[in-house]
């Protein structure tokens, strides 16, 4: 029996809706995809999440700096845009994530958040365990998350990102400031 097969406590379906981001660069990584799924499933039970998407981000997001470029050649972002913006009792309240840096490299997690922020959704990272009270002014302190297991709060700070409406065309969305 494979690790993704072993038994596992059954997620409730009328759980709060949620998406679990699975993010890789390299196979030998601190944050490997089956941690990361176990993190996932394990933040799910002990909070009543249950997974509407489970995205996976199979490691060559390294090249990427906008969004829609990443939304054209990796499915997960392409589905992550396509899942927020849903109307209905499933749209997700968090983006559960091992890390934010799983997001993506620099710009592209930057852009991740921002999309996530303005549609309504919050990440919740597992470095800091908890789910991040960010504006989208708080985004750029995805990369100062500590890396020790120490919990601190990320600094207040004004932002506009590049996001995309559509996949491959780039415009500016200016996003509200703190």
């Known amino acids: 029996m494979s690790i993704m097969d072993r038994p596992r406590p059954a997620l409730d379906p009328n759980g709060i809706p ?10 030998h990584q601190k944050y490997s995809p089956l941690v990361q ?8 039970l002990e909070n009543n999440f249950y997974p509407v998407a489970i995205l996976r981000v199979p490691g060559h997001s390294r090249s990427y700096i906008f969004y829609q470029d990443a939304a054209n050649d ?4 392409r589905q992550l845009f396509s899942i927020l913006q849903r109307n209905d009792h499933a749209k997700p309240k968090y983006l559960l994530t091992q890390a934010r840096d799983r997001l993506g490299r620099n710009a592209l997690a930057v852009q991740v958040e921002a999309l996530c922020d303005e549609l309504g959704c919050k990440i919740w990272s597992g470095r800091i365990g908890r789910p991040v009270e960010s504006t989208v002014g708080q985004i750029f302190a995805s990369g100062m998350e500590p890396h020790d ?3 601190r709060d990320p600094p207040n700070a004004g932002t506009a990102a590049w996001c995309s409406s559509k996949a491959g065309q780039r415009e500016k969305t200016s996003l509200r400031e703190t």
């Open 37 to 44: 799924f176990d993190w996932c499933w394990k933040m799910s």
């Open 74 to 77: 990796i499915p997960a972002y």
């Open 18 to 27: 949620v998406i679990w981001w699975i993010g890789t660069s390299t196979k």
């Open 149 to 151: 297991g120490s919990r």
